[in-house]
């Protein structure tokens, strides 16, 4: 699972992911591919443990975009599987850049950033309508503790799928 699209806490005040076919952008799967990186960090080949074959929007109560992801047969690509497999680290977080935000008050009120002046101790909530996916990264502490990896179905270890379950969305 890369999103839930869960509440996070940042300094600006709380961020919401939508997710949704028509919010989430993932044209770079189509042509560069979308990474998985340690802990977000883009600069060096040893930071590139694998890439996403696969994403899909899993719809519901609960949508969540879901990934799977096939790891390199470098050593740091080897060494990152093996923690996954073995429990170590569970953690994956989704770099992004938002296109376009709707920003709420703390009574639900869209407030419009052009015409009305934002505080910086005000209770907004702001939400990602469309938002474009750059990486996945496995991450020790995830801003959303909902993004989790875990996939006991697993036919191999080389190629591991992002578990339902595991994250309380139900059974496969």
């Avoid at 949704?20 to 990474?35: C, Q």
């Avoid at 191999?156 to 339902?164: A, D």
């Amino acid at each position: 699972m890369i999103s839930t699209g869960s509440p996070v806490v940042r300094p600006y005040g709380t961020e919401v992911l939508r997710i949704a076919r028509e919010a989430v952008k993932l044209d770079r799967m189509k042509s560069s591919g979308i990474p998985l990186l340690d802990s977000h960090q883009q600069v060096g080949l040893n930071n590139h443990l694998g890439r996403f074959v696969d994403m899909w929007i899993m719809g519901g109560a609960k949508p969540a975009l879901m990934g799977r992801i096939l790891f390199n047969e470098t050593r740091e690509g080897k060494r990152a599987e093996g923690m996954v497999a073995r429990g170590e680290i569970a953690g994956i977080s989704a770099g992004y850049r938002v296109n376009e935000w709707e920003i709420k008050d703390s009574k639900g009120r869209v407030i419009d950033p052009e015409v009305e002046n934002l505080r910086w101790d005000d209770d907004l909530t702001f939400t990602a309508t469309s938002w474009e996916l750059f990486e996945g990264s496995l991450v020790s502490v995830p801003a959303d503790a909902a993004r989790l990896w875990f996939d006991p179905w697993a036919s191999s270890i080389t190629e591991k799928k992002l578990s339902w379950r595991a994250c309380g969305l139900g059974n496969v």
